[in-house]
């Protein structure tokens, strides 16, 4: 009889995903009788990211079975879980896609979800989860597929358009403990009196109630963030380390409160999704200095400390003692452990709607908090969307349906049109001069001639 639940993870060799998946697999008492199959298309990370489990299983004794492939189809019969993990050469791209955006005047601080990157990462990724649903289809169409790639929106849609008869769901980590900051910030416990409701497109989510036993607890939150801004500012000054990703959220957080009358709950994402910080005022009154740009060298040294970590894991230099404090449980593996476990958790679910939100469509893909089990995610009841912030959301998520058409059909016209009604974008000229630019820098990787029947001249991968 098989071990159950089978975890497959497509992608193990994710910077962000691969060591906590492996940490609560092992450290879960409904997860550690199970199966992990860990997938990946480079076979040395594949076998890092193996050694390490075995010998975190090993230390723990524990019965888990371990699986290891290149090749996704020998071993996703019986899965009951399949995460979708995956990335091509992440840094290196998200940098060629904010450096090309840059010299057209769009400014990315992440560039992996909205924008030019948005639709550029998609073109890379999409065509490859859309071959793994097929798969899945075919050898283990009753499992759970959690789609775990940015643009997460992007791709979760597509699942549900082109795979409705597999069980999807899709996730991102920006909003996993949110709950406990914002506790902490208005000084609360995070327990059962505690109602925090966010809905939007994901990293794109705005809170529509914060309440601690029926008070309002959004103005001490604000006012936390607001007292952040002034150290955070001081900081900065004074030569503190600058990340594009954090570097001024508390203050545009607050800028962003008071001007729209709600706050974004993931800001590190949301700033770069309005045009209020693209640098493109002409008062010179803006409090808020434009976007940084995504640094990839940064991020390229992040992954590379991160893969010595795990070598020395494998060697003994690092025991595996000191790899249980250092990680722990992983959205992915949570969600998974909730589901299987029948826990009664709630999770922030990308899904469709389904009359969460009132004034949004049922079909609306959002992130959503929600009850789940193994019936798959029942979002929570919201208020109303604010108007105007409503209007975002649907222009963002009007972009994304495009990039998904225009990927799953390989259809250019379609990707310049998502690029075209993007947020980001301001001139039909520079899009397609953009357009261009990208194909010749990065047209192998987004399948250009065999999607798209566009040959780039001099394309570099």
């Known amino acids: 009889m098989a071990q159950q639940p089978k975890v497959v993870i497509v992608g193990a060799g994710s910077f962000f995903f691969g060591r906590k998946a492996i940490w609560q697999m092992v450290h879960s008492p409904h997860l550690r009788t199970g199966t992990l199959a860990l997938v990946d298309t480079d076979p040395s990370n594949l076998e890092r990211m193996r050694q390490l489990a075995v010998k975190v299983r090993d230390h723990h004794k524990v019965p888990l079975k371990i699986e290891a492939s290149t090749d996704r189809t020998e071993v996703l019969a019986d899965a009951d879980f399949v995460v979708l993990s995956f990335a091509e050469r992440n840094a290196h791209f998200r940098g060629v896609d904010c450096r090309v955006s840059e010299k057209y005047g769009i400014r990315m601080c992440s560039g992996d979800t909205i924008g030019p990157g948005g639709v550029f990462r998609s073109a890379r990724e999409l065509p490859h989860v859309l071959r793994i649903c097929a798969d899945i289809k075919k050898l283990c169409p009753k499992a759970w597929v959690i789609n775990y790639v940015n643009p997460t929106t992007v791709h979760g849609m597509a699942v549900r358009r ?174 998974i452990e909730g589901m299987w476990g029948n ?78 009604i993007d947020p980001l974008t301001s001139s039909i000229g520079d899009i397609d001069a953009l357009l261009q630019d990208m194909l010749e820098e990065q047209g192998d990787a987004i399948e250009a001639q065999e999607r798209y029947g566009i040959k780039p001249a001099g394309a570099v991968v």
Not at 351 to 370: C, H, K, Q, W
């Open 343 to 420: 826990l009664g958790k709630r999770f922030f679910i990308n899904t469709a709607n389904r009359g969460a939100v009132p004034n949004m469509s049922d079909d609306a893909f959002i992130e959503l908090y929600s009850e789940l089990d193994m019936n798959g995610p029942r979002p929570l009841p919201c208020p109303p969307m604010p108007r105007g912030i409503r209007g975002l959301c649907e222009q963002i998520l009007d972009t994304h349906e495009l990039t998904a058409q225009a990927i799953h059909d390989g259809d250019m016209r379609m990707l310049r049109r998502a690029l075209v």
């Open 162 to 335: 082109y795979f409705p008869e597999l069980k999807s769901l899709a996730l991102c980590d920006a909003q996993w403990g949110l709950r406990r900051h914002w506790a902490e910030a208005a000084g609360v416990t995070d327990d059962e009196k505690l109602t925090i409701l966010t809905a939007g497109p994901n990293h794109f989510t705005w809170t529509l109630k914060a309440e601690y036993d029926g008070r309002d607890i959004l103005p001490k939150v604000v006012e936390h963030m607001r007292k952040a801004a002034d150290a955070d500012l001081n900081e900065q000054v004074d030569g503190g380390k600058r990340y594009a990703k954090g570097w001024l959220n508390n203050a545009i957080a607050v800028e962003l409160y008071e001007t729209l009358g709600t706050l974004p709950s993931v800001v590190s994402h949301t700033k770069e999704y309005v045009r209020y910080y693209q640098g493109l005022g002409r008062t010179g009154k803006d409090a808020i200095p434009p976007l940084m740009i995504f640094d990839s060298e940064s991020r390229a040294e992040m992954t590379a400390k991160a893969w010595q970590q795990v070598d020395d894991f494998i060697s003994g230099k690092l025991d595996i003692p000191t790899f249980d404090k250092t990680f722990g449980p992983d959205p992915a593996t949570d969600i």
